[in-house]
């Protein structure tokens, strides 16, 4: 069972870097996962069904890493924050128009998620 740690607990040690890119690789796998799960509505089967998979393949390594360490709130409350500004990046890639109002709406996602995990 894991300690009562948070992440902020654990970012004052040495390893920083390790738990924010484990964090990264875990919204990377649930956004190459939504990725693919688009491509999947736009009939790219094959191609789709490995994203996803792989997806959350990464998903399920990183989480259970960090949920190991942390406490699972404060886990998946830092994730969607990081999921949040990567699937803007990637709509974009795809095409999808990123207004002002798309950017403004994930901000306060990310601002409500810093309150939530402070």
Known sequence: MPSDTTLPDLAANPHILRWTVVIILAA???TIA???MKLAADRSYSLAAVLIIAGFVLVVVTEVFLLRRASMTVVYITIIGAETLMILVAGAMMGEIIDFRRVMGAC???VGIALAST
């Open 34 to 36: 939504t990725v693919g």
């Open 28 to 30: 990377l796998g649930y």
């Open 108 to 110: 306060c996602v990310v």
